[in-house]
């Protein structure tokens, strides 16, 4: 399967932990995007990178979460001092650069906050 | 799992017959725009795109039409079948100045597509 790959599919931690999630892009694109889902909602933009350049954040992107793309290719996102609100499902996407390019979705991580 | 299309507009079709889902989008910036299907834990699929010099795109059993006078986008989906049931989505992208785009999808409300067998 050479599709955008998500890992963990699923976590479930308790308030105030700090959580990290990965994503590996479909290999030949350059641009990676971060977006959140909340039930019943469409995605929302959190983050993109161009190669390991984090170009655009949205201002739902608070300072506890940071993202890295340290070499290009795959991506981290890290939440920190986690709360109840961050339970969501965490979408990574990846595509080529330049206008009008699909973005591919993975299936993305399902973060529970006890 | 937990579904995606709680709370959602809802869509039943029969099985054979054609769906239309529709979207109305928010800026009149947009230049790029996509269809996602999305089944219930599972990421939003890649269905169709069209970008605003156009005002029709056919796919396989899809079609997309753009009307940027209202800003509406619709997908029409041909011989609907059980398989297509899920949740779908229309995502804008918003054309800047220096002649690329915003990096980031604008998302709908989306749209729950039910077929009966």
């Known amino acids: 399967d050479t599709g955008v790959s998500q890992d963990p599919r699923h976590k479930i931690t308790k308030r105030g932990q700090n959580v990290t999630f990965r994503c590996d892009p479909i290999?030949?694109?350059?641009?990676l995007y971060w977006y959140r889902q909340t039930l019943g909602q469409g995605p929302e933009f959190l983050t993109y990178?161009?190669?390991?350049?984090?170009?655009?954040k949205s201002r739902l992107l608070s300072d506890r979460f940071s993202a890295e793309r340290p070499k290009g290719s795959f991506s981290t996102l890290e939440i920190q001092r986690t709360e109840q609100g961050d339970s969501a499902m965490y979408l990574c996407?990846?595509?080529?650069?330049?206008?009008?390019?699909?973005?591919?979705f993975g299936d993305g991580t399902r973060l529970s906050i006890l | 799992g937990e579904s995606v299309g709680l709370h959602l507009p809802t869509l039943s079709v029969q099985e054979g017959d054609n769906s239309i889902i529709n979207c109305a989008y928010s800026?009149?910036?947009?230049?790029?725009f996509i269809w996602y299907k999305q089944e219930s834990g599972k990421g939003p699929q890649f269905i169709i795109d069209i970008r605003s010099n156009m005002d029709k795109r056919q796919g396989q059993r899809v079609t997309v039409l753009l009307n940027k006078t209202v800003k509406h986008l619709s997908l029409q989906i041909a011989a609907t079948q059980p398989g297509d049931s899920a949740v779908y989505f229309c995502a804008e992208n918003i054309h800047v100045d220096y002649g690329g785009s915003q990096g980031n999808l604008i998302f709908g409300k989306g749209t729950k597509l039910s077929v009966k067998p």
């Open positions: 800026n009149s910036a947009s230049d790029y």
């Open positions: 990178f161009q190669n390991e350049a984090q170009l655009e």
């Open positions: 996407a990846s595509s080529w650069t330049g206008s009008n390019q699909p973005q591919h």
């Open positions: 290999s030949e694109h350059n641009r």
